[in-house]
């Protein structure tokens, strides 16, 4: 099946940096999103991005899904955006989605 | 307000007493399914449905049991708890399964059996 890995697994960073998280897959897809799981576990909606680049706020995506990757850039970051990242993708003929192993990011005060 | 209702957020039961998580969404979406996520494992799918009374098992779905007699609702049952389901659990539901449909996740139910 379908291998979705995130780098880097791991994030720590001071309030104000910037960061860039990845996502590669290894076979074409039909969907991929980007989710944010907050401290208390709820799966926030990020971005819902197949192809192409998309921009909300300080939060901006972009799939190459010819090159089988993602990219998700967090600007100016907060305390509020730590949680852990993940970004799903929806595997030709198939009814499930396959999530990466996500990456923590802690953000310091 | 769009969104994916799973009730109740938490519960921690006895081994062996039957119970429901429900899951509902209000926008009409016709693909919905659960997930349990657990450490190291990430998220596996348990059930999925395509549309009313259109059920189907996804990767772990031994102890669990789901219906989907109206459009909205897709309830999640244990008829008979043990301490390997617990674990956190997530209801989804896009408009249709293929391609161009985004995914909502609900807030998730964190269960806990003893």
């Known amino acids: 099946g379908i291998q979705v890995e995130q780098s880097p697994p791991d994030l720590i960073l001071q309030e104000g940096a910037n960061s860039t998280l990845r996502c590669n897959f290894s076979d074409s897809v039909n969907n991929l999103q980007w989710f944010h799981q907050n401290p208390w576990g709820q799966l926030i909606n990020l971005f819902y991005i197949p192809s192409g680049t998309k921009q909300n706020g300080r939060l901006s995506a972009t799939t190459v899904a010819t090159e089988r990757y993602s990219l998700l850039y967090i600007s100016s970051s907060q305390t509020t955006d730590s949680g852990v990242y993940f970004c799903?993708?929806?595997?030709?003929?198939?009814?499930?989605?396959?999530f990466g192993t996500g990456t923590r990011l802690k953000v310091l005060a | 307000e769009a969104q994916v209702t799973q009730n109740p957020r938490y519960l921690i039961t006895v081994t062996g007493k039957k119970l429901t998580v429900t899951c509902s969404q209000n926008m009409n979406h016709e693909y919905m399914s659960w997930y349990r996520q657990d450490p190291g494992l990430g998220l596996r799918q348990i059930y999925y449905?395509?549309?009313?009374?259109?059920?189907d098992k996804g990767d772990v779905p031994e102890g669990y049991k789901v219906s989907r007699k109206e459009k909205r609702n897709f309830p999640l049952i244990l008829e008979s708890p043990s301490p390997n389901q617990t674990s956190l659990y997530f209801c989804a539901s896009s408009l249709s399964q293929g391609g161009n449909t985004e995914a909502f996740f609900g807030q998730g139910t964190r269960l806990t059996v003893v």
């Open positions: 449905s395509m549309n009313v009374e259109v059920t």
């Open positions: 799903a993708v929806l595997s030709s003929g198939t009814y499930k989605y396959i």
